[in-house]
């Protein structure tokens, strides 16, 4: 059983005036332990940037940075064909405009989390994944990755000496090969049922699945989408249900510590 975890939430992805999903990010805050902040190329800009570190560093919040396919239109939710190259100097490109906005807040960038499909491609793809490693290796050697515990970027990552974060998530399905299913689009889901999912995953060890069965799943952050509908009811239902089930929502070290796995070489 889990006794505690970092809960995360992907924050800033509005584009000027527009807004995406319910607006909620400033009462997620609050609730939450690692802000993913949109880096521009599929929401965000650099007010919006600002705004949020803002308020992360206001709230004790850690920030990591969420670079993204370069598609405003699409969400970031459609796969762009590209080079690994490409995608990694884009990355990195995204990762150093929130780093300078977390530098002028006086605060460190504490995690890299891929946005939508691009988080699904670089958990495939190999040649990318170890593209990416190996450049964060020499630029932030001491940077979390936030990933599927199913994907090629954690076991590169693990092989590599590499730091990752697993993570578990409460708003989207699992398929029986421990893989989310991903989706363009989110209805609204009931808060005590995604609760009650997130609590059997930190007490049990095991989800449900879309073809029936149920699979082992760790992890050492649980995320939940700030523009999944009703995003706010959710993250509240889930806080009450860990607290009243001894579960902690801590910050990132202090969540890795306690699910510390020995290293492999």
Known sequence: MKTCIDL????????????????????????????????????????????????????????????????????????????????????????????????????????????????????????????????????EPALPLYCMAQSSLYRLAREMGYPVVREFYADRDYDQSGSIVFTRQVGRLDPAVIAEKVVRACTHGKVRTVEGGEVQVDFDSVCIHSDTPGALELVQATRRALSAAGVRVVNLKDALQANQEPARH
């Not at 650099?46 to 919040?61: D, F, L, Q, Y």
């Not at 150093?96 to 491609?121: N, W």
């Open 8 to 139: 995360n939430s992907d924050l800033g992805e509005g584009f000027g005036p527009w807004k995406i999903g319910d607006d909620v990010d400033e009462q997620l805050m609050p609730l939450i332990s690692s802000a993913n902040v949109a880096t521009g190329f599929h929401a965000g800009d650099p007010n919006i940037m600002r705004r949020t570190v803002e308020s992360a560093k206001s709230h004790g919040v850690g920030v990591g940075a969420h670079p993204g396919f370069r598609d405003t239109v699409g969400f970031g939710r459609r796969h762009l064909n590209a080079s690994a190259t490409e995608l990694v100097n884009e990355m990195l490109y995204q990762i150093g405009a929130l780093r300078e906005f977390t530098r002028l807040c006086g605060i460190a960038l504490q995690h890299v989390k891929p946005h939508g499909a691009l988080y699904m491609h670089v958990a495939r793809d190999e040649t990318l994944s170890r593209g990416l490693i190996e450049a964060l290796q020499i630029i």
